[in-house]
Nanobody, 123 residues
Framework: VQLQASGGGLMQAGGSLRLSCAASGRTFRSYFMGWFRQAPGKEREFVAAISWSGGSTYYADSVKGRFAISRDNAKNTVYLQMNSLKPEDTAVYYC?????????????????WGQGTQVTVSS
């Protein structure tokens, strides 16, 4: 599976952005999908994950209530809608695919990674 993330950019605090992650191949629906982020000088951290059918979603406490993950299996795409953005959301955002789904918050559980898209939130 090859993943291509897009949609990042520069936004003022309080604004919204929607990230997209397009996957190649016909097996997209067999992967648990996640979003992670890495801020400058910090380790990469879990943001959100979604189950194979989209019926279950999981969020880091820091984004709960502001971000929403969704997927369209017909389009082989997973989305991250980010609302009420804060300067501390500034990071490179990565999408990832996990065939197992048992460790959705652990980055080492994920099998494939996209290249990342930069999100910068100004105060």
């Amino acid at each position: 599976v090859q993943l291509q993330a897009s949609g990042g950019g520069l936004m003022q605090a309080g604004g919204s952005l929607r990230l997209s992650c397009a996957a190649s191949g016909r097996t997209f629906r067999s992967y648990f999908m996640g979003w992670f982020r890495q801020a400058p000088g910090k380790e990469r951290e879990f943001v959100a994950a979604i189950s194979w059918s989209g019926g279950s979603t999981y969020y880091a406490d820091s984004v709960k209530g502001r971000f929403a993950i969704s997927r369209d299996n017909a389009k082989n795409t997973v989305y991250l809608q980010m609302n009420s953005l804060k300067p501390e959301d500034t990071a490179v955002y990565y999408c990832a695919a996990d065939s197992d789904g048992s460790g959705w918050y652990r980055q080492y559980e994920y099998d494939y990674w996209g290249q990342g898209t930069q999100v910068t939130v100004s105060s």
